[in-house]
């Protein structure tokens, strides 16, 4: 039975779907934004990195979830390869760039 797809869902279409999909500024991991969003200052920041206030969170906070919620549960790696890893790839992000941090 042949796949199904959408109709005139082509690769055209996909590539313009996914041009608004970029990274967190605070975690670097990929998020899709709707044209809204990218109007709006809230739209650098992912859900996990933001209060209920839309506060960017601390940079232990941001650090401790992109550790366990991404690296150790979604890539399957140890804590400390996840810790390394989190802190390279935060280190070159626009939010931490300059931070100083206790991680």
């Known amino acids: 039975m042949p796949k199904k797809t959408r109709p005139g869902h082509s690769a055209e279409v996909a ?17 899709k934004r709707t044209q809204r969003e990218v109007a709006s200052e809230l739209a650098d920041l992912c859900p996990s990195c933001v209060d209920k206030s839309g506060h960017l969170k601390s940079y232990d906070e941001v650090f401790e979830g992109l ?9 399957s790696m140890s804590r ?15 939010a931490w760039k300059d931070a100083e941090t206790s991680t």
Do not use: F, I, N, W
């Not at 779907?17 to 500024?25: A, F, R, S, Y």
């Not at 550790?67 to 890539?75: A, I, L, R």
């Open 80 to 94: 400390s390869e996840a810790e390394k890893v989190a802190r390279q790839r935060m280190s070159e992000l626009p």
């Open 67 to 75: 550790v366990t919620k991404h690296y150790m549960k979604k890539e």
């Open 15 to 31: 590539r313009q779907e996914l041009k608004d999909v970029v990274g967190c500024m605070s975690c670097g991991l990929p998020m």
